[in-house]
């Protein structure tokens, strides 16, 4: 799997298709209606998200799937109009995610019963558990107690096409009211972030990288202060298209792998910039700027925050889209969205976009707690139609 580069201004026509849910409602409708129109029965697998089947799947081969359970997440029931922080919000939110947890408690001596691993359960952006299970059992999965609905997740590889483009950045950070990302969190759901590297702040020596075990958190050494929390869904040997290693071992250190895709994309979001000594460049980000004093230039944004949340291993392809995404919405997972992201970027994705409609209300959802969502797009060439699932 190559690792690809998407241009800024990708990221921007992506956001104008990812934020305003319209797509995503209008491609659910004609999916429910060709699940209709072709008669699939209530609760039976594929409901709307495949309404022509799983063609090509061995009944045996473990596949991802979202188990789609009855009732709204916690961000479909916040009161309109209050702070996320209100104590209306905050009580509201609380009785759905436990009510959601004890609908998770009933399913779970089931999927238990049936050997088949829990990958994920997801209650602030959709009402889901994620399991890892034989594609041959995923009609029987929807008949399941609180089960509406199964869809098979997403398979997305990392994309990344071409290198930071002019974007006039030094001049929006010399404006009267500079914007340099001063106070914004920034999660970037891809590989992981090198917080060791010099353009966050690290030593950037490679020794100090060799010598970090990335499956621990070393004491002191993470959080930084760029990248002030994450998480690693995945492990560093996960893969989601190899049968042998598509069960993920998650751990609490996102440090990237060497081939470094997530540390691209957030130094291209808000690196410091590495002068050509190789020392850490502090500043100033304005007019001053000159791309010839540096041996990587900054980010766009370099005074965003950063959190790490890891999908891929160190190649191929995930399934664990939809974790990263909850973990934005309230990264100290108390059940309160005030610490939300706010802004998530996935430099991934799938072509011919919306294949699950599970994605797209996470996505939906993480924009009514307030949360920006930045996809990927165009990196498949000049043609129509190509823009990245989620
Ligand atoms: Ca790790
Ligand atoms: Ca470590
Ligand atoms: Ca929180």
């Known amino acids: 799997m190559v690792p690809r580069l998407a241009t800024f201004a990708g990221f921007a026509v992506a956001l104008c298709a990812c934020s305003s849910g319209e797509p995503t409602e209008q491609t659910g409708r004609a999916l429910q209606r060709s699940a209709e129109e072709a008669g699939t029965a209530p609760h039976a697998f594929p409901l709307d998200a495949f309404p022509m089947g799983l063609p090509g799947l ?16 916690a961000a479909e029931v916040l009161p309109p109009g209050l702070p996320l922080d209100h104590p209306t919000t905050v009580a509201r939110v609380g009785e ?58 997403p398979t997305l590889k990392p994309a990344l096409q071409s290198a930071l483009p002019v974007v006039g950045a030094p001049d929006v950070w010399a404006q009267a009211t500079p914007y340099h990302g001063d106070g914004l969190r ?12 010099a353009d966050f702040g690290g030593s950037g020596d490679p020794n100090e990288y060799d ?19 994450g998480w690693d869904f995945a492990g560093n040997d ?37 002068l050509l000594d190789g020392t850490v460049f502090s500043g100033p980000y304005d007019q001053s700027y000159d791309p010839a004093l540096f041996r ?33 919405a309230d990264p100290d997972q108390d059940g309160i969205f005030d610490d939300r992201a706010d802004v998530v970027n ?23 707690v307030g949360t920006l969502v930045v996809i990927a797009a165009g ?3 000049r043609t129509f139609f190509i823009t990245g699932t989620p």
């Open 96 to 153: 759905r995610l436990a009510a959601i947890a004890a609908q998770h408690d009933r399913l779970r001596p089931h999927l238990k019963d049936r050997a088949i691993p829990i990958i994920a359960e997801l209650s602030r952006l959709a009402n889901v558990v994620q399991v890892l299970a034989p594609a041959g059992e995923a009609a029987a999965l929807g008949r399941l107690p609180g089960v509406t609905r199964v869809e098979l997740v």
């Open 238 to 274: 996960y893969d989601a298209s190899n049968s042998e290693k598509n069960t993920p071992v998650p751990d609490p250190d996102p440090l990237d792998c060497k081939s470094g895709h997530g540390s691209h994309v957030a130094g291209i979001t808000g690196g410091n910039g590495v």
């Open 58 to 73: 061995d009944p045996l081969e473990p596949v991802s799937l979202y188990l789609v359970l009855d009732g709204p997440p």
């Open 296 to 328: 990587l230039a900054p980010g766009v944004a370099p005074r965003v925050s950063f959190y790490a949340y890891k999908v891929f291993g160190c190649g191929g392809s995930t399934n664990l889209l939809a974790s990263a995404l909850e973990r934005a």
């Open 346 to 368: 996935g430099s991934l994705g799938s072509s011919y976009g919306l294949k699950s409609p599970v994605n797209a209300q996470i996505i939906k959802n993480l924009n009514t």
């Open 379 to 381: 990196n498949e060439g």
């Open 186 to 197: 920034v999660a970037i759901i891809d590989t992981g972030i090198d917080y060791l590297h």
């Open 211 to 229: 010598a970090n075990d990335p499956a621990v958190v070393e004491s002191g050494s993470f959080p930084t202060v760029r990248v002030i929390g």
